[in-house]
């Protein structure tokens, strides 16, 4: 049982083991004992919401019955991070833009097809971005051309986010001058996407646990799967960066975030020898 301490549900660590094995098995995010207080915090007011008074009953209740899958979305939304922001790392974006798009664009010349996902995409911001490189790179050509952009998140509030296409002064802190006045209209204290950008990105919920349901994608160009690994262990990340491999094209390109490796995992990537680029192909052989 839980005990309350001044109106807060304090969680016993068997509590927070049993929590921290359905974030696990449900979502591969790893809680290490040392962040029982994040859940704490971030739960404790939903166990208010619900007028809950012990985490047990709210174990039960994520883990069984008809709420279930419901009550983990709610849950999800409260425990991760959502950080992200349009041109996040923009030298790495540099190197995509000034060296894969390029390359692609030659290779692909005779089918004019391009494919990219931004797995783990939170409110579209990182898709949106790739969108407005290719959009800039291609100008009249992308008449030309069929250019898919997915973004794929397992959270639906920020899914919702993405579609509208509306942001904050915050979403665009990192945005270069010349693409807010080029791509986004003022409208009271929002930003709004350019219709002819919004048209290049699709949302779908995706949980990079799921590796069947990945197959669904087809394959792609180029994957960003960026800051969203941290959250994982060695064993989900090899899951992930392994359904990636079969989800990439031979000469394709995976991008992940700058504070994340695939160094010392069992996966068939080696990464490209570009400062910044933080890239990975797939290691010779390895290709379907
Ligand atoms: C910090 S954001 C990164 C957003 C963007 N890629 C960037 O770098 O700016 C991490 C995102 O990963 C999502 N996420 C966490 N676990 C996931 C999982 N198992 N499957 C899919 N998305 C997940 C979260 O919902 C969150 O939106």
């Known amino acids: 049982m839980s005990e309350t301490t001044s109106n807060k549900l304090v969680m016993s660590s068997a509590q927070f083991q049993k929590l921290a094995k359905i974030i696990y098995d449900r979502a591969g995010i790893h809680f290490p ?3 029982k207080y994040v859940l ?16 047990d009953q709210y174990v039960s209740l994520i883990s069984m019955g008809p709420y279930q899958d419901d009550e983990f979305q709610e849950m999800f939304n409260k425990i991760t991070i959502n950080e992200t922001s349009f041109f996040r790392n923009e030298p790495q974006l540099e190197v995509f833009e000034k060296v894969t798009l390029p390359e692609l664009l030659e290779s692909r010349k005779s089918t004019k097809r391009l494919r990219l996902w931004s797995a783990a995409c939170s409110s579209g911001e990182e898709p949106y971005t790739l969108a407005m490189i290719v959009h800039r790179t291609l100008g009249i050509r992308l008449m030309d051309w069929h250019v898919e952009i997915v973004g794929t998140d397992i959270s639906e509030l920020v899914l919702e986010i993405a579609q509208s296409g509306k942001y904050t ?15 986004f209209k003022r409208e009271n204290a929002f930003w709004v996407l350019d219709p002819s950008i919004q048209s290049m990105v699709s949302f779908q919920k995706h949980n990079l646990k799921d590796r069947l349901g990945a197959k669904r ?42 504070s994340e490796t695939l160094r010392g995992l069992d996966v068939p990537f080696e ?15 390895e290709e379907d």
């Not at 704490?40 to 985490?55: C, M, P």
């Not at 990464?271 to 010779?284: E, V």
């Open 33 to 35: 004992e040392s962040k």
């Open 40 to 55: 704490e915090s971030r739960l404790g007011r939903r166990l208010q919401e619900l007028e809950i008074d012990s985490y």
């Open 169 to 183: 002064d915050y979403a665009l802190r990192t945005t270069p001058a010349l693409v807010k006045q080029r791509y």
């Open 217 to 258: 994608f087809g394959q792609f160009d180029v994957i960003f799967c960026r800051n969203v690994l941290i959250y994982f262990d060695d064993a989900m990340k090899t899951q992930v960066i392994g359904t990636f491999g079969q989800q990439l094209r031979e000469d394709g390109t995976l991008y992940i975030g700058h």
């Open 271 to 285: 990464q490209l020898p570009i400062p910044q680029g933080f890239c990975y192909r797939l290691s010779d052989g």
